[in-house]
């Protein structure tokens, strides 16, 4: 029988936080996400991006899979200036539909998903693309992501004990080493620039904003050795030579890529992608074939990401009974006979 709905659960971002979905348990989500991805049990368009000025876009991505019995969609808005407002880059709302009748059964914070399921989507790269005797992680942009970041690769790699951080802003760099030492035992310090953390970095990790117009600066040199690079900031931060260089590329998606250079105008360097997280995930190509090549990872965050987080969030709240109620239909209707 169907179950009619008359109210909707809304998650705000405090709901979310009591569920004790942490980011170890998303970066599970996450892995097996990537196999059905490589099932082809998703259907997954690629995500409607567009800048409405030189770094504020707008985004929209939505996935469904009737294998795990749902559909999502997620409205985000991003401005890089907004913290100094005291407001978060990225903001919006994720809507999950159960798929069998298409019914909405939750709306949620989108920033606190958006926030873990990036962050977990790069700590699985990490796990399973970091060198074995990595040791040294650099972060670029010490906002959200970057606490988020130092949580996924201590979850994945608790071995790797340094962290070297750069953040444009030096009152940003500073309170998040602060922070970061306070919550963590690994020992964390400041860079002059970009090029130390590049340098110094067997994972790194760049985190910029995403411009209109990027204006990249890591260049080959900069890259160590046997080193992984993943970017969450598309090619913002890595210029078209480094890109170049690289022994391995992969993209969570390769039709993002395509979309978001054919759209955008975004990835004029990239002239091949070797593997896809998916093709990794699921054993078939795309992993470190030796302690010497330098890897580069695209991750543009994808809608399944989101999606598997979602429903993970809803089952933990409908089992505590997390969230509120609110209202959706004034009546419930008899069915057609
Ligand atoms: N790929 C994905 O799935 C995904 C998801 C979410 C966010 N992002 C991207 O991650 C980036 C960070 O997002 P956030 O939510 O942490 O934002 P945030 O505002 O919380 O933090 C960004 C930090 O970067 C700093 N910064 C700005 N320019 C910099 C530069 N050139 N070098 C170093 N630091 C710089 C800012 O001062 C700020 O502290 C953004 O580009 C965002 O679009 C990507």
Redesign the pocket.
């Given at each position: 029988m169907t179950e009619i709905q008359s109210s909707i659960r809304f998650l705000s971002a405090t709901d979310l936080d009591q569920l004790k979905l942490g980011m170890g348990d998303i970066i599970v989500l996450l892995e097996k996400a990537f196999r059905l991805k490589a099932e082809g049990k998703v259907q997954m368009p690629p995500k409607i991006f567009f800048h409405r000025g030189g770094a504020q876009f707008y985004s929209s991505m939505v996935s469904a899979s009737s294998h795990l019995g749902f559909a999502g969609c997620k409205w985000q808005s991003?401005d890089?200036d907004?913290?100094s407002l005291g407001l978060?880059?990225?903001q919006g709302l994720y809507v999950l539909n159960e798929d069998r009748t298409g019914q909405m059964r939750a709306i949620m914070d989108s920033e606190w998903i958006?926030?873990e399921r990036?962050a977990a989507?790069s700590g699985l790269v990490v796990k399973h693309l970091a060198r074995k005797d990595a040791a040294t992680a650099g972060i670029?942009?010490?906002?959200?992501?970057?606490r988020k970041h130092v949580e996924a690769i201590h979850a994945v790699r608790p071995d790797i004990t340094d962290y070297v951080c750069?953040?444009?802003?030096p009152r940003?760099q500073a309170k998040f080493i602060a922070d970061m030492t306070e919550r963590f035992p690994m020992r964390f310090r400041g860079a002059a620039g970009?090029e130390e953390v590049a340098r110094a970095s067997d994972v790194l990790i760049t985190?910029?904003?995403?411009e209109k117009s990027r204006k990249p600066v890591i260049v080959p040199e900069w890259i160590r050795e046997g080193a992984l690079v993943v970017t969450?900031?598309y090619d913002?931060y890595v210029c078209d030579e480094m890109v170049a260089a690289m022994d391995l590329i992969l993209t969570d998606d390769s039709g993002q890529i395509e979309d978001a250079r054919r759209n955008e105008g975004k990835f004029p360097g990239v002239s091949r992608i070797d593997a896809t997280l998916s093709d990794l995930i699921s054993g078939h190509h795309g992993a470190r074939a030796n302690d010497k090549q330098r890897i580069l990872a695209f991750?543009?965050?994808i809608a399944l990401e989101d999606l598997v987080t979602a429903i993970e969030a809803l089952r933990r709240a409908q089992i505590s009974n997390i969230g509120t109620m609110l209202p959706l239909r004034k009546r419930v209707l008899a069915a057609e006979a």
């Open positions: 991003g890089p907004n913290p978060p880059y990225i958006t926030g990036t989507a670029l942009g010490c906002g959200l992501q970057g750069y953040d444009l802003v940003r970009p985190g910029g904003p995403i969450i900031d913002s991750n543009l965050g």
